[in-house]
Structures are given as structure tokens and as C-alpha cells.
């Protein structure tokens, strides 16, 4: 495993709820030209109801079948998947306050707007913020599970294949998004970055 900012072809973006990571996965797709696969349209039936673990990881290897794309999502039930066929991880590790403001003006403006997400399915006030499936108290639940579980997983014999891109701010992110396609094709980390230091949340 390295920590770096060199960045492969088969990419996987992971990190808590409401990090950003659709956002940027559909970003660093567009800018390498290579297809986005979003776990959770994969994931979710009409009606929020969850496709079987089978169903779902036979979507998922037909969809990482080719040999470049970007794929967000923590799906721990198919991480063996896209972490073997993956040459790379990015990690957006944002502070908690940060990431929570993103998460509630994201799922207002979703609840209010209908905006639908995947198969018909849609967010609500009621589902949002008052149901045990609230997306904001599933925050709550795993922010610092994932900050733990994240980097002791990066160093299991497994995924020592993997590089991980550690991004611990927005602007450490929009840095290494400005040399991504020049990173994409170097052997080596660029000396622009070599001496960018990671931010303390």
C-alpha cells in the first residue's frame, strides 16, 4: 500500500455519508474520461428495498468488468470486489461538522425538491430526519467507525496492491483534482504534490 497522490485507472472512492464522494467520483470519471459506477444505484430496488447480496455483486462485476473506471461507495458486502480489481483508493476524511452541514443542506434540498436518486427512489422530510433510516443519524453512527476502520483496512496483506489517496480537506481535494489527469498518466507522484501536506482535520 502507498499514500500518495499517484492515481491509477480502476478507482474506488470511500469515506462516511455525506463526504462527497458521488461527487467526486462523477468529476474524477469525467475528467479521465472513464465510466462512473455508483454502488448505490446498484444497490437499491424501487421502493428502497435492497437487492440481494448476490444480485448485487453480479451487477457489480459486470460493471467493473473493463479495465478503467471510478466506482464510490462502502459497501463492506462487496469490498472484496472492487478492492481486487481496484489499483486505487481515495478517501475523503473530512471533519465531522463539515461533512454533517454538507449532509442536511443536501438532504433538505433533496426532500424538498423530490429530486429522485435511484430505480424511483426518492428522499423525504419523514424518512430523512425522523426514521430510524435517517441518513443523518446514520452519520452519527459510523463517522468515527469509518475514520478507524478505514486506515486499519489499508493495511491488511489483501489490499497491499492498493494506492491510497488520503484527502482530509476540500482544498487538499480541488489540489489534487487540478493535476489529476497529468497524475493519471505519470509513474511517479508529481513534484507539484510531493511537498503538498495533508491537513489535520
Request: charged content about 20%.
Amino acid at each position: 500500500m502507498q499514500d500518495s497522490f499517484h492515481c491509477g485507472q480502476r478507482i474506488s472512492v470511500v469515506g462516511t455519508t455525506g463526504s462527497g464522494k458521488t461527487t467526486l467520483a462523477r468529476r474524477i470519471a469525467q475528467q479521465l474520461q472513464v465510466p462512473h459506477v455508483e454502488l448505490d444505484a446498484l444497490h437499491w430496488e424501487p421502493g428502497w428495498t435492497e437487492a440481494s447480496d448476490q444480485v448485487f455483486r453480479d451487477r457489480i462485476t459486470e460493471a467493473l468488468a473493463g479495465d478503467r473506471w471510478v466506482v464510490d461507495g462502502n459497501y463492506s458486502k462487496a469490498r472484496d470486489l472492487v478492492w481486487s480489481r481496484a489499483d486505487t483508493v481515495v478517501f475523503l476524511d473530512y471533519p465531522f461538522w463539515l461533512v454533517m452541514n454538507r449532509l442536511l443542506r443536501r438532504t433538505v434540498q433533496r426532500s424538498f425538491r423530490q429530486e429522485e436518486l435511484w430505480n424511483g427512489n426518492r428522499e423525504n422530510v419523514w424518512l430523512s430526519f425522523f426514521s430510524q433510516n435517517s441518513i443523518l443519524l446514520w452519520l452519527l453512527q459510523t463517522y468515527q467507525r469509518n475514520r478507524k476502520k478505514y486506515p486499519a483496512l489499508f493495511q491488511q496483506p489483501e489490499y497491499a496492491h492498493l494506492s491510497v489517496i488520503h484527502l482530509q480537506s476540500p482544498k487538499t481535494t480541488e489540489d489534487w483534482l487540478l493535476n489529476l489527469s497529468e497524475l493519471a498518466t505519470q509513474p511517479a507522484v508529481s513534484p507539484a504534490l510531493k511537498q503538498l501536506p495533508l491537513e489535520q482535520p
